[in-house]
């Protein structure tokens, strides 16, 4: 069973630059989460999909960051314009549907801006 | 307001010296507790999870986690460390009461020596 897929791997923009984040997740998983890690810290939350509607956005600083899950599988993650404090990884993680299961992540995007 | 905490931001170990990593949660609800490993570079890996039953469970990689229902804990253990589980460790907990969401702790970089 292939993985969650995500991509670019790395990414170095300029503060005030737009960047998109991909992420496939494992076939047939209804649930789809975005997270964000600050070096040194935990995973935070940015936002969830049960297929391709928002359950929990509250996380997500809305001014700049958007996402989507068009036809309920892929999911982009946006970032316009970005801010230093944005320098991160992005992770993508997927769940099957239903009860409560183990989330999947992927390998994640390195996100640096400067 | 949910939280996890990991007391040990940084731990070392002698290889083959046994090891415990602590997980405390302040959770409105029955848990779902989760460890998690993170290689440099890397994706989060699952080594074990608690769902419901026996509170002592095994993972991979030869680790185990007790739930202390009483005490708000789910530490990880391991009786004999090998250079290679040197990592970044992460316990998360959910609920479904929550919506299935993870909440991380800060993790605890765990440096083997040799």
């Known amino acids: 069973e292939a993985g969650v897929a995500q991509s670019p791997r790395y990414k170095i923009i300029e503060k005030r630059q737009s960047v998109a984040f991909w992420c496939n997740p494992i076939?047939?998983?209804?649930?789809l989460y975005w997270y964000q890690q600050i070096l040194g810290q935990g995973p935070k939350l940015l936002i969830q999909?049960?297929?391709?509607?928002?359950?929990?956005d509250s996380q997500l600083p809305k001014d700049r960051f958007s996402a989507e899950r068009l036809k309920g599988v892929d999911s982009t993650l946006k970032i316009q314009p970005a801010k230093l404090e944005d320098s991160a990884v992005y992770l993508c993680?997927?769940?099957?549907?239903?009860?409560?299961?183990?989330?999947?992540f992927g390998p994640g995007t390195r996100l640096t801006v400067l | 307001a949910q939280s996890v905490t990991q007391p040990d931001i940084h731990i070392t170990v002698s290889e083959g010296a046994s090891l415990e990593l602590r997980c405390n949660y302040s959770y409105g609800a029955t848990p779902y507790l989760f460890w998690y490993v993170q290689s440099p570079g890397q994706g989060l890996q699952l080594l074990l999870k608690y769902f419901s039953g026996d509170t002592l469970v095994q993972g991979i990689k030869g680790f185990e986690a007790e739930f202390k229902r009483s005490q708000s804990s789910f530490n990880l253990r391991k009786p004999s460390v090998h250079w290679s589980d040197a990592a970044e460790y992460f316990c998360?907990?959910?609920?479904?009461?929550?919506?299935?969401?993870?909440?991380f702790g800060a993790g605890t970089i765990l440096r083997v020596k040799s």
């Open positions: 076939s047939g998983h209804a649930t």
């Open positions: 998360a907990v959910g609920a479904m009461e929550y919506g299935n969401k993870l909440v």
């Open positions: 999909f049960q297929n391709n509607g928002v359950v929990d």
């Open positions: 993680a997927s769940m099957p549907g239903g009860a409560w299961n183990e989330q999947f």
